[in-house]
């Protein structure tokens, strides 16, 4: 084999891996809320809209602000924003492979591929800010172990604007490279680091410094945490997550042998702290043994980033969260094998170095295999198998030039249904409001709606609802109903139910101004208690 060859195989293969589901992907159902609002967002900062002052937003600005860009150059679309969502997982699986690339291209192109394997399949292409924040943070561990301060402080710093609670993660790992290098060179990370920050000055001076504080501090860190937490460890014999349990009736089959499925989140969670600590401990004892060693010190500052990351996970154990949590430390679990491997054996020769690499390579393909198989290797297969044209379960919404698709058929032909009437009734300057069947409880939305009619602005600072929030007294969601002119409320979700706060009937004050002030003209498919799946509401004095 040609030296060339050796060197673009490995890359060839993660690259493979990468593009197989992305045709089924681009064309597979979006979650509704979360990529409705990360294709709404954007454009409404592209309309002049701030977030924390104009719509509630958990996170950093630097995800919309880069995502506006992007729909900026190449338009609001599902194929912009699905095709920018699969950019960072590039970026992230990419910087698995940089990471491990001193342990051999054929090992960092194993963990790349689990990585890719982990996070591509979950929650499809959506450009979720937490695949863009890790992958800009996982970039700046790689920068600063090959001691390129300015470089690592910027992506750092563009890490933390993306998602604000990388902190940890991003900190741990800077802190530790840092005490290898010398005084001056750390002087100059953490000063380009702060510095880096400094847009959020920006963001504060445009959305008030209240507003900021509430919406990335007080909601995410107080009043939605006891809404969406899930029990740890998760049960082994049901889902605590309502998703999980609703997509279990969708589930692809799996021909091998394996533990139950909501018992594999258990065994995930497990196995994902596990790999945390042997990446911290054998980067411990790496460093130990040779200080000057940079394979060492990258182990070392690469686990301190993974343990950083785990609070996520352990926040709200379900598959996403999971996924977006393990796919960096299991895609760096074949260099802590091998590293555990020339621990137990000092034996350097070639045919036994060669035997460490493959069982270094195979052995997070095994476990997966052999404990979390359903969403990882299932998951990635019955994705890449859409692509194909099998085994695809998605529906069309069209309205324009926009498209959305959707997991449920009853679901788009009463949306396709709706839509004209919404046409037909609006006038210009009025307000859409989406909710819930029942405003005392708001813990998801349809915001692609919002999309699908983007010359009805959002009437609402709670585009995306959440429980604890939006139904919470005096949130100021019964003053936004009030301001709108057009109404969907949708019951799909009004069965919510997982073992936290969501549970729990919030403010009636919505409630009661939507009897007052609204009356309804439309209901289109069959819902839940009495309700159709979506009903169309209009002011009473709308003529």
């Known amino acids: 084999m040609s030296q060339r060859l050796q060197r673009w195989l490995p890359l060839v293969a993660v690259g493979v891996v990468l593009v197989l589901p992305l045709r089924g992907l681009l064309r597979a159902p979006g979650p509704p809320m979360e990529e409705g609002f990360m294709l709404v967002f954007p454009e409404r900062v592209l309309h002049g809209d701030i977030p924390n002052k104009d719509f509630l937003h958990l996170y950093g600005p630097g995800s919309l602000w880069w995502l506006a860009a992007v729909f900026k150059v190449f338009g609001t679309s599902l194929w912009t924003e699905r095709l920018a969502g699969h950019a960072q997982q590039v970026a992230l699986v990419a910087a698995v492979f940089t ?35 890790v992958a800009l943070g996982l970039w700046a561990m790689v920068a600063v172990t090959r001691d390129r301060v300015v470089l690592a402080g910027l992506l750092g710093a563009a890490a933390l604007l993306f998602r604000v609670d990388l902190v940890v993660a991003v900190g741990l790992g800077l802190v530790m490279a840092s005490r290898a290098l010398p005084r001056a ?44 937490r899930l029990p740890l460890p998760p049960s082994w014999g049901h889902f605590d997550g309502f998703l999980q349990r609703a997509g279990q009736l969708n589930e692809p089959p799996w021909p091998f042998p394996s533990p ?79 590293e555990a491997l020339a621990l137990r054996r000092n034996e350097t020769s070639k045919r036994r170095t060669l035997q460490h690499a493959w069982i270094a390579a195979a052995t997070p393909f095994v476990l997966l295999l052999l404990l979390v198989p359903h969403f990882t290797l299932r998951t990635y297969a019955d994705a890449t198998v859409q692509t194909f044209g099998y085994h695809r379960q998605s529906y069309t919404i069209r309205h324009g030039d926009r498209v959305f698709f959707y997991g449920r058929k009853d679901a788009v032909d009463a949306v396709n249904a709706m839509l004209p009437d919404i046409d037909r009734l609006k006038r210009p300057g009025d307000r859409l409001f989406v909710g819930t069947g029942d405003l005392r409880k708001t813990p998801y939305s349809e915001a692609f709606l919002y999309y699908l009619l983007p010359d009805l602005p959002p009437a ?35 069965d919510w139910d997982e073992p936290n706060d969501s549970r729990k009937v919030g403010s009636d004050a919505a409630n009661q101004v939507l009897a007052r002030d609204f009356r309804m003209v439309g209901s289109y498919g069959t819902g839940l208690f009495g309700h159709g799946l979506y009903e169309l509401y209009v002011k009473r004095a709308h003529t």
Do not use: K
């Open 99 to 133: 990471s491990a690339r001193p342990w051999g291209r054929w090992l960092a192109a194993a963990g790349a591929a689990i990585a890719a394997i982990i996070i591509v399949p979950p929650i499809g292409l959506t450009a979720l800010a937490w695949v863009g924040g």
């Open 185 to 228: 060179r750390t002087t100059r990370l953490f000063l380009v680091f702060a510095a880096g920050l400094s847009p959020y000055l920006v963001h504060v001076a445009m959305a008030g410094p209240g507003n900021v504080w509430q919406g990335m501090v007080v909601d995410p860190l107080f009043n939605l945490r006891g809404g969406r």
């Open 260 to 338: 139950p499925s909501p018992g594999q989140l258990t065994l995930w969670l497990a196995l994902l702290v596990a790999s945390v600590v042997a990446l911290v401990v054998l980067g411990v004892l790496a460093v130990r043994r040779d200080r000057a060693s940079l394979s060492a010190r990258t182990l070392l500052v690469l686990g301190m980033f993974c343990a950083g990351l785990l609070p996520q996970a352990l926040q709200r154990a379900d598959t996403t969260h999971l996924a977006w949590v393990s796919a960096v430390p299991l895609g760096l679990l074949p260099i802590a094998v091998r």
């Open 460 to 494: 609402t600072y709670y585009i995306e609802m959440d429980p604890g929030v939006a139904n919470a007294t005096g949130s100021g969601l019964d003053r936004d109903l009030e301001a709108s002119n057009i109404v969907v409320l949708s019951s799909i979700r009004d």
